[in-house]
């Protein structure tokens, strides 16, 4: 019996899914684009799931589009594979999404690893967009997201090139939040999914809302955003939640600085 292609476990608030086609370096399939696709809707609807944990089987988080499917006889033109609603349903998800980048993530790979929150690599991660050389546009957010996270010349020479970087390099671009060994990527993961978990929820899905709303427009009209948010919000919060959360926070402080 064949095994899925995507597996998902829930824990505790905390969903881990992972792409399972390590034979084929996760490369995105039909079937693959379609299960990240239903998976990711189906997380958004349970409110019991509250962070996602995305990464890969193998030695590979994604090689990106499966090309030996795409060049076979019988594959739809590579216009239909543009899957909007694959990227639409990880960037919809109500929480954070934290991507343990554990190997390869090669041009759509690349592009499903900017589509989450933020990153933890492995010191085995590897970087490429190799667009250019297979001879096609990416479509799924890289040639915007990149230059916003590391700079438009950086994010040039890597599309220009096709050349991989590795995790170290990634780390002091600003790729990466944080770089750790291959042992501890998961529990890297599962530690900052915790921490976010004692987060008030509502506040956590506003706040992700608010950064990426903020991140698609210019800085100006990001702070009326903010402003706005901030002013609707508010008005939920009374004096006796602000006690209560108050006491939490002072107490984590002086877990967290040893005070």
């Given at each position: 019996m064949s095994q899925p292609v995507l597996l998902v476990e829930k824990s505790a608030g905390v969903a881990s899914v992972t792409l399972n086609r390590p034979e084929a370096m996760n490369a995105l399939s039909r079937e693959l684009r379609q299960a990240l696709t239903h998976g990711f809707r189906e997380l958004a609807q349970d409110a019991a799931v509250r962070v996602v944990i995305l990464t890969g089987a193998g030695r590979a988080f994604c090689a990106g589009l499966d090309l030996k499917e795409l060049g076979s006889r019988d594959s739809q033109p590579l216009g239909a594979f543009t899957d909007a609603d694959m990227m639409a349903a990880i960037r919809g998800f109500p929480g954070p999404v934290i991507g343990a980048v554990n190997g390869f993530a090669i041009t759509g790979g690349f592009e499903l690893a900017l589509a989450c929150d933020l990153l933890i690599a492995s010191h085995e991660a590897r970087f490429a967009d190799t667009h250019a050389r297979v001879g096609i546009l990416p479509g799924w957010g890289l040639s915007q997201k990149l230059?916003?996270?590391?700079?438009?010349?950086?994010?040039?020479?890597?599309?220009?090139?096709?050349?991989?970087?590795?995790?170290?390099?990634?780390?002091?671009?600003?790729?990466?939040?944080?770089?750790?060994?291959?042992?501890?990527?998961?529990?890297?993961?599962?530690?900052?999914?915790?921490?976010?978990?004692?987060c008030d929820?509502?506040?956590?899905?506003?706040?992700?809302?608010?950064?990426?709303?903020?991140f698609a427009t210019t800085f100006a009209a990001g702070l009326r955003l903010e402003a706005r948010a901030s002013r609707e919000h508010?008005?939920?919060?009374?004096?006796?939640?602000?006690?209560?959360r108050r006491g939490a926070v002072q107490e984590r402080g002086r877990r967290q600085t040893g005070g």
């Open positions: 230059p916003r996270l590391i700079g438009i010349g950086r994010a040039k020479e890597l599309a220009f090139t096709g050349n991989f970087i590795g995790a170290e390099q990634a780390l002091a671009w600003g790729l990466v939040n944080r770089v750790v060994a291959p042992a501890e990527l998961l529990g890297s993961c599962r530690q900052l999914a915790a921490d976010m978990l004692s929820p509502a506040s956590l899905r506003g706040y992700k809302q608010l950064i990426d709303a903020g508010a008005k939920a919060i009374t004096p006796e939640i602000v006690a209560t």
